[in-house]
């Protein structure tokens, strides 16, 4: 049996993902999509909906190092990519930030002020620190997960679309249902703490190499042309949509794209299906574009725009 450093299923990741968090299948795969399309994610929802716990059980899950960075108005950018400190020897050594984690969970993003969420959004672009002129690797697994509320505003800074187009997916949390909202009870009843993973029972399912194989199996999965131009054509479809102020950008066609190819992977395909770039468009498009206001205070959803934009366009066939 393979161990875990050598398991190649993405599958195994998921179903011990979610043993630990109960009722978000949609949230827990589009987790799992984004690590292994080397993607940022945005998490959204209300406190208390299982955003922390996600990233903590993934981070078991795959046993990479977890950090965890809690954006305040008073935090400043060396605050999350380090320092360099003057030595017993009179010499300049850096001290590395919590940024540097496989996996960093960037609690409420929105709290910090500009220049703070630039320096995290600047790392996950360019994939190092750079502090008084010298450049710094970060892991190559690593991957951030930020998270806001939806509906506290207050003393809170606002990613602009510049910077939210640099998150590869926004995935939303809701409420769970009854049933899972009582077996969340019971499991709690048993002796379950999010805050302490051992409580989690769950195994590692694999280390960093593994996922980093599983992201050149990612790179291997086949698209054909004309799912090629599906993806683009969705892209721009929003575009010129008339419920529409902002469209998505080519970047967004990109991150649908390598979203799509882990999305097969994780199905046990080593092709693209139309379903996959439907079941993605959403999570991949819903922060990139902006509804029209008349039509916002109507009701209109970005994702019930993105659903019409998307069955306007004629699929391939399989």
Do not use: C, W
Request: proline share 7%; charged share 25%; no cysteine.
């Amino acid at each position: 049996m393979d161990g875990p450093g050598t398991a190649r299923d993405p599958a195994a990741i998921l179903t011990a993902l979610r043993r630990v968090v109960l009722g978000q299948d949609a949230a827990t795969r589009e987790a799992l999509v984004a690590v292994l399309a080397r993607g940022h994610v945005l998490l959204e929802g209300v406190p208390g909906t299982a955003k922390t716990l996600l990233v903590r059980a993934l981070a078991r899950t795959l046993t990479v190092r977890y950090g965890r960075i809690q954006f305040t108005p008073d935090l400043m950018p060396a605050d999350v990519t380090g320092v360099s400190v003057l030595t017993a020897t009179q010499e300049f050594a850096f001290r590395p930030g919590p940024i540097f984690a496989d996996l960093v969970l960037a609690d409420e993003i929105n709290r910090a002020p500009a220049k703070t969420q630039a320096a995290l959004l600047e790392a996950m672009q360019e994939r190092t620190v750079t502090v008084d002129g010298r450049s710094h690797a970060l892991p190559p697994v690593f991957t951030v997960f930020a998270t806001q509320n939806p509906i506290e505003f207050e003393g809170t800074y606002p990613l602009p679309e510049a910077e939210l187009d640099r998150f590869m997916l926004k995935i939303s949390l809701g409420y769970p249902s009854d049933e899972t909202e009582q077996g969340i009870l019971r499991r709690h009843l048993e002796g379950f703490e999010s805050d302490v993973p051992e409580t989690y029972g769950i195994a590692p399912v694999m280390d960093d190499a593994g996922l980093q194989a599983l992201r050149r199996a990612v790179d291997a999965v086949r698209v054909e042309d004309r799912l090629v131009s599906y993806i683009t054509a969705i892209v721009r479809a929003t575009r010129e949509a008339a419920s529409l102020t902002l469209g998505a950008s080519p970047r967004a066609a990109v991150a649908l794209l390598k979203a799509s190819r882990a999305a097969a992977l994780v199905d046990g395909r080593d092709y693209v299906v139309p379903d996959d770039v439907k079941a993605l468009a959403a999570p991949v498009l819903r922060h990139r574009i902006a509804v029209a206001p008349e039509l916002e205070l109507e009701g209109l959803t970005p994702d019930a725009a993105l659903g019409a934009v998307v069955a306007q366009i004629e699929a391939p066939t399989t």
